[in-house]
């Protein structure tokens, strides 16, 4: 009974993160996509680098700890040279906020492994709640995730004044394509 009460204490003592798995991003096999619309043309893009710090185990989701920081300098646009003006002070302003930050603690499995994570986005130093919903497949040690968002760039103060703010459609589709392995 007294080694059954002491492993109970034991349980309660250790951090509710360090029970799930911690996983690593393989970087070739993910991304992070944009797509906007230019008047009523798609615009596709995306982010070369961000990191991610993954605590997630399939069978207990609330213990869940994901982190990831998108270097801004990384933006590119398919097909034109606009990274410039997507990196000024009309835009993303990367001078001064040279990282977009996703953090969730709260992610709830919806069933058929689908899953929310519930968090907060921040750009441009400004920060907003955010629920992604993302499909989640795990084989063997290697997860697969899949999921997307329409974000409204306007609150972030992005491209608030000018012609080409104008043109530019407010929701932006944000994908994200991410495979993992997990740490040993």
């Known amino acids: 009974m007294t080694r059954l009460l002491i492993g109970f204490f034991l349980a309660l003592a250790i951090p509710v993160g360090v029970l799930a798995n911690t996983w690593q ?20 893009g995306g982010f070369n680098d961000f990191d991610a710090t993954i605590s ?7 213990l869940a700890d994901l982190s990831v920081a998108v270097d801004i300098g990384s ?15 009309n835009w993303f302003f990367a001078e001064s906020f040279p990282k977009a930050q996703f953090s969730s ?4 499995h919806l069933g058929n492994g689908r899953y929310e994570a519930h968090g907060t986005l921040e750009i441009r130093g400004i920060s ?5 919903p993302f499909k989640l497949t795990i084989e063997d040690d290697i997860a697969r995730v899949e999921g997307g968002v329409t974000l409204d760039r306007t609150v972030f103060g992005l491209g608030k004044k000018g012609d080409v703010a104008k043109a530019v459609a407010d929701g932006v589709n944000v994908s994200v394509l991410v495979t ?5």
Do not use: C
């Open 25 to 44: 991003v393989i970087p070739a096999e993910s991304q992070i996509l944009w797509t906007a619309k230019w008047n009523t043309s798609p615009v596709h």
């Open 56 to 62: 997630f185990d399939m069978d207990h989701p609330e």
């Open 105 to 108: 603690q709260d992610v709830r």
């Open 128 to 132: 907003q709640e955010l629920i992604l």
């Open 75 to 89: 933006i590119y646009m398919d097909g034109q040279d606009a990274r410039t003006t997507l990196m000024g002070d």
């Open 180 to 184: 993992a392995k997990k740490a040993p």
